[in-house]
C-alpha cells in the first residue's frame, strides 16, 4: 500500500472518529501519518499511535511525544461514542463480533474493543463499559506472493499443498492472502487459470468483509466463509461450494490437522498459515505429524527475520530449497518485489516484535 | 438460521422506501439518511426526523414525546435487550391507542350532538 492509499485509508476511518480525536489525528503530520498503523484510544487514557515498529502518543496539536503529560487524552464518553460509531448506532446488529472482541468496519478496518465482559453461563456474550478501542489499519500489499507463486504452482490448473510458516506479526497473513488472490483470479505471467478458491476465514483477517463483502482483494473465484471455525468450515465448503483450493489461517490444533486431512481426502488442495519458527518446530505439536513429510504438505514457505531484515524460503517435502531471498534482506529481498520501496521498508520494520521472538532461534534457513 | 442484523440507518430506509413505512415513510427515510451520515447517534437523528415531520404527522404531543423517547433507546444495547425496548414500546403504544379511540368517542359523540343542536338551531332560525 502506498502512501497515497494509506492517507486516504485514514481519511476513511477518521469518519469514525469523535470529533476531538479526529480533529488531533487530522494534525498529524502527512509522513507520521502514512505510517501510522494502529490507533489505541483507551478511557482516560493519552491517545497512542503504533507506527513503524514503535509506538508514541499523540499530542493536541498531531505531534508524536514519547511523554503521555504532553499527549491528547481520551475521555471515557468519547471511547463510548468511538464504539457506537463503530457499530453504527446498532449495537445489536454486530453482538457476535463484539462477542469475539472485534469489529470488522467497511474499508477493512480491524477494531479491537475491551471492557467489562457479559457472560451468559460459560458463553461470553459481550462486553459493557467499553474501556478502550484499538483500530488497525490495514495494509494490503497486492503482489508479495508473486515472486513464490510458481513454485506453489503445480499445474495450469493446480497447485500444490502449501503451508505458509513464521512467528507472529511477520506477514503470514499478507503473504497468504496475496497467494489466494493469484489462485483465484490466476496469473498470465505464471501460466495459471484461476481456480475456486474459498476462505475459511476465522478470524475475519484474510478477506476483512464488511456486511458480507471483502474489504481486500481475494480474487473473483473466491467465496469467503466470514468467521467461521476452520472445523466447520472446511466440511461445509467440501460439501456445498466444491472448491479446488481452500484458504485457512493459523492452524494450531491436532482438531484442525484432522480437518485438513478430510480436504486432501475429498482431493482439494489447501493453502494455510501456522504459527511455527521452521518446519522442525510445527512437526513436534502434537497432531501436526501427519501434515508435514510424505503425503502432508508438499510446499513450505518459511518467513522470519533477522536484525530487522526479512527473509523468506520456499522448500518442498524433502526439505529441498526451491527459492530464497535472505542475502540481500529487507531492501532487496522479497518485499522488494512488492514494488512499495521505502514503504515496505517500514512495513518489514514495524513488525520488529518478530525479531524479538526470533531470537535465540535458527533465523537463516538452513542455519 | 440466518439474521439480518441490519444496522439502524439500512433498516429504517428499507422500512421508508420498501413500502411498509405508510405515512411514516419519510420520518424513517429522513432518520435513516441522518444516520448514515454518522454524525448523531440513533436517537438524535430520530427526534430530528420526528420534529421535522411532526407537523405533517396526525399526532398529538404526547404521542410525539412517547416516540420520541423511543429513539433514545435505539440501537444501543443487544438483540435481547432491543426486542425488551420495542415490545415494552409496543405496549405503550397500545395503551395511548386504546386512549385515542375512548377519546375519538367521547369527541365524536359531543360533536354529534352538537350537530344536531346546530341543526334544530338552523331550523328554529329558518322557520
Known sequence: MDKASHLYALDRLRSYLPDRINRVVGRMASEEAAGLEELRINAGMPLMGVFSGFDRFIAEDGSLTGRSEKAFYVSREEVEELFYRLCEHSVYAYQDDIARGFLTLKGGYRAGICGKAIYQGQVLKGFKDISSVCIRIPRELKGCAEPIFPFVKAGRHDIYNTLILSPPRCGKTTLLRDLCRIISTGSERADFAGVRTVIVDERSEIAACYRGVPQNDCGPRTDVLDGCRKAEGIEMALRALSPAVIVVDELGTGQDAENIKMAWNAGVRIVATAHAYDIGDLKERLGFGILIGMGGFERYIVLGMRNGKRWIKVTDAYGNQLYTDQAAGLHDGVFRLHGHGAEIFREAESQAACAAEVQGHPSVPGE | ?127
Not at chain 2, 6 to 14: G, S
Not at chain 2, 43 to 50: D, P, Q, S, Y
Not at chain 2, 79 to 92: F, G, S, T, W, Y
Request: aromatic fraction near 6%; charged fraction near 30%.
Open chain 2, 1 to 127: 438460521m440466518c439474521i439480518m442484523g441490519k444496522p439502524l440507518n439500512k433498516a429504517f430506509e428499507n422500512l421508508g422506501k420498501g413500502g411498509y413505512g405508510g405515512v411514516w415513510a419519510p420520518l424513517f427515510c429522513r432518520s435513516g439518511s441522518l444516520l448514515h451520515e454518522q454524525v448523531m447517534d440513533a436517537g438524535e437523528a430520530w427526534r430530528i426526523a420526528l420534529e421535522e415531520a411532526s407537523a405533517t404527522l396526525p399526532l398529538a404531543r404526547e404521542d410525539i414525546d412517547l416516540l420520541r423517547d423511543f429513539g433514545e433507546l435505539l440501537g444501543k444495547s443487544d438483540r435481547d435487550m432491543q426486542q425488551a425496548v420495542l415490545a415494552m414500546e409496543k405496549e405503550k403504544v397500545s395503551v395511548m391507542e386504546r386512549k385515542a379511540k375512548e377519546e375519538a368517542e367521547t369527541t365524536g359523540k359531543l360533536y354529534r350532538n352538537l350537530g344536531a343542536l346546530l341543526g334544530a338551531a338552523a331550523v328554529i332560525l329558518l322557520i
